[in-house]
């Protein structure tokens, strides 16, 4: 599946809080419980903070993701945030997005790093794609690439 990106724009609010509640609403209620309101405004605080590294995953021109990097002080590519509607996933976007991403930040020898929630099943592909924990939170494993 073909996909392409295009920046993201305080427009593209409630496609991203429907996309966040979709994927991260069962994790969130876990840990803290998930509040419609909260949740907003945090989004709102990330975007107004973050917009920059943000971009919309189109397959066929429809909003179906969000990739979002930046690279930090001392030079890592970190992968910000990664999250791709359920009926788009399994169908190899996200892998073919990190795989583009690590082959471009092995040539020019940038490590990437991430975190992932614990429970997030995402781990496993990561894990395939060369990632290894090298530390944790209490809700998060922080995992790098240096392949």
Do not use: P
Request: aromatic share 12%; with cysteine; proline share 0%.
């Amino acid at each position: 599946m073909e996909y392409s990106f295009r920046n993201c724009t305080l427009d593209d609010f409630d496609f991203l809080f429907e996309l966040k509640k979709e994927n991260f609403k069962w994790y969130v209620d876990k840990i803290w419980g998930w509040n419609d309101d909260d949740q907003k405004q945090r989004l709102k605080q990330d975007l107004e903070e973050h917009l920059d590294y943000k971009r919309i995953i189109l397959i066929d021109n429809k909003e179906v993701g969000i990739y979002a990097v930046h690279t930090t002080e001392s030079g890592d590519l970190f992968i910000n945030e990664i999250s791709i509607l359920k009926e788009y996933q399994n169908k190899g976007i996200g892998r073919k997005i990190l795989e583009e991403q690590l082959k471009e930040n092995r040539k020019k020898g940038i490590r990437t790093i991430l975190q992932v929630f614990k429970d997030n099943r995402a781990k496993t592909l990561y894990e395939e794609l060369g990632f290894k924990v090298y530390g944790e939170t209490e809700i998060h494993y922080q995992m790098e690439n240096v392949k």
